[in-house]
């Protein structure tokens, strides 16, 4: 893999293009469906709560309220800009490309426990053709 110092101006432009659908598709989908996982176990009501429906509900919120993607979506149009020396930007793209990785690790994982429990629990989670699992 190049150094993003080493990128033509167009792979630049090319790989933000395919982290932003990354971020607008696949991974926003995945945030939609666990924010709803974590809404319906939010509306149980305190009478009728278990132990687990605390813990699942906890569960949801923690990625829910770790949600990089906006900050992400942003960090993109700081990678399409000039940065002061290489040595920058060639950090801000690994940090970058670190953190979309490990954040589209989280939601695949996540994503696939709302699946679960939406099945168990017999509610519906939002249906897209883009969320890949």
């Not at 432009?13 to 659908?21: I, N, R």
């Not at 926003?28 to 939010?42: I, N, R």
């Amino acid at each position: 893999m190049k150094m993003a110092s080493e990128l033509s101006r167009r792979e630049r432009d090319d790989l933000c293009s395919q982290y932003e659908k990354q971020l607008q598709g696949p991974m926003g989908q995945q945030q939609l469906a666990v924010t709803c996982a974590m809404d319906y176990f939010s509306s149980i009501p305190g009478s009728e709560r278990t132990p687990e429906i605390s813990a699942l509900e906890e569960i949801f919120s923690v990625i829910v309220s770790d949600s990089l993607r906006e900050d992400l979506l942003e960090d993109l149009e700081i990678m399409r800009g000039e940065f002061a020396t290489p040595e920058l930007q060639n950090e801000f793209w690994f940090d970058f490309q670190h953190i979309i990785y490990v954040q589209a690790c989280r939601l695949e994982l996540y994503y696939s426990l709302a699946q679960k429990v939406a099945a168990q629990y017999g509610f519906k989670l939002p249906s897209d053709e883009a969320i890949v699992s």
